[in-house]
């Protein structure tokens, strides 16, 4: 049964959460522990993965997902799997490292599809899982100078209705969720720096530069997006599969 107020029962559930060290992917992981699951926090930040899972009770798994060849035979077991980690970098196309692309897509694809790939035998056999990607309004609209970025978001979604189609008479969900700008550590810093540039102050910036095209002119919270991870695992989302949660603040509407 789920509690209105806090979230579906998780016990007995184990969820492995990629880029958990800190921002969405460490709220992910806290809301995922705080309604029951063992959660394994998986990151390239050792200190930080450990930190993280100290603090809510789970393991930490330190591995650098961008080195995909190491991924392709890999075991993994999973109830709930949250492929969140990835990095952003800007850039006209004609300037855009081959390699620095490369490494994106790996890290934000390609990863994404060995983790789902080592997750879902147990979760067939089991009859019961769910495969939450996070995708980003990114993976909806286009920005200028974000190739990379923009192919593996898009790609993300693509992914996730294979895997739902796959899935559905298997008992295994997957969908994603498109969030516009998060309030993150490296969105924080990326106001400041915007801030200095136009001599403006960081909510300036947050209204008039990055959420020039949200309704909304607030940055969305990182326990937002770990709702709606949540609310995926429910009993209620039984039937959601293959679609995405959109938390834009109304920037896909216009």
Same mark, same amino acid.
């Not at 969820?15 to 060290?21: D, E, F, I, S």
């Given at each position: 049964?789920?509690?209105?107020?806090?979230?579906p029962?998780?016990?007995?559930r184990?969820?492995?959460?990629?880029?958990?060290?800190?921002?969405?992917?460490?709220?992910?992981?806290?809301?995922l522990?705080?309604?029951?699951?063992?959660?394994?926090?998986?990151?390239?930040?050792?200190k930080?993965?450990?930190?993280?899972?100290?603090?809510?009770?789970?393991?930490?798994?330190?591995?650098?997902?961008?080195?995909?060849?190491?991924?392709?035979?890999l075991?993994?077991?999973?109830?709930?799997?949250?492929?969140?980690?990835?990095?952003?970098?800007?850039?006209?196309?004609?300037?855009?490292?081959?390699?620095?692309?490369?490494? *994106?897509?790996?890290?934000?694809?390609? !990863?994404?599809?060995? %983790?789902? $790939?080592?997750? @879902?035998? +147990?979760m067939? =056999?089991?009859?019961?899982?769910?495969?939450?990607?996070?995708?980003?309004i990114?993976?909806?609209?286009?920005?200028?100078?974000?190739?990379?970025?923009?192919?593996?978001?898009?790609g993300?979604?693509?992914?996730?209705?294979?895997?739902?189609?796959?899935?559905?008479?298997?008992?295994?969900?997957?969908?994603?969720?498109?969030p516009?700008?998060?309030?993150?550590?490296?969105?924080?810093?990326?106001?400041?720096?915007?801030?200095?540039?136009?001599? *403006?102050?960081?909510?300036?910036?947050? !209204?008039?530069?990055l %959420?020039? $095209?949200?309704? @909304?002119? +607030?940055?969305? =919270?990182?326990?937002?997006?770990?709702?709606a991870v949540?609310?995926?695992?429910?009993?209620?989302?039984?039937?959601?599969?293959?679609?995405?949660?959109?938390?834009?603040?109304?920037?896909?509407?216009?």
């Amino acid at each position: 049964m789920i509690d209105i107020h806090r979230g579906p029962d998780l016990s007995g559930r184990r969820a492995v959460v990629t880029g958990a060290a800190s921002g969405i992917g460490e709220a992910v992981a806290t809301r995922l522990a705080g309604l029951g699951a063992h959660v394994v926090v998986c990151d390239i930040d050792a200190k930080g993965a450990a930190r993280t899972a100290e603090r809510i009770g789970g393991e930490a798994l330190v591995v650098d997902l961008s080195r995909t060849a190491e991924l392709a035979e890999l075991a993994l077991e999973a109830d709930i799997l949250v492929n969140n980690a990835g990095v952003q970098h800007v850039a006209p196309v004609e300037e855009f490292a081959p390699e620095r692309f490369a490494f *994106m897509l790996r890290l934000m694809l390609e !990863a994404p599809f060995l %983790l789902s $790939r080592a997750v @879902l035998p +147990r979760m067939y =056999e089991q009859g019961w899982g769910r495969v939450i990607h996070i995708s980003s309004i990114h993976g909806l609209r286009a920005s200028p100078y974000k190739s990379a970025y923009v192919s593996a978001k898009h790609g993300l979604l693509g992914l996730s209705k294979v895997i739902a189609l796959e899935g559905a008479a298997k008992g295994v969900t997957s969908n994603c969720v498109c969030p516009g700008y998060v309030r993150t550590p490296l969105v924080e810093n990326q106001l400041a720096d915007q801030a200095a540039l136009h001599g *403006m102050s960081t909510e300036q910036v947050v !209204a008039d530069v990055l %959420l020039t $095209r949200s309704a @909304l002119k +607030r940055l969305i =919270e990182p326990d937002e997006v770990a709702g709606a991870v949540a609310f995926f695992c429910s009993p209620e989302a039984m039937s959601v599969t293959g679609t995405q949660l959109t938390l834009d603040g109304g920037w896909s509407a216009s």
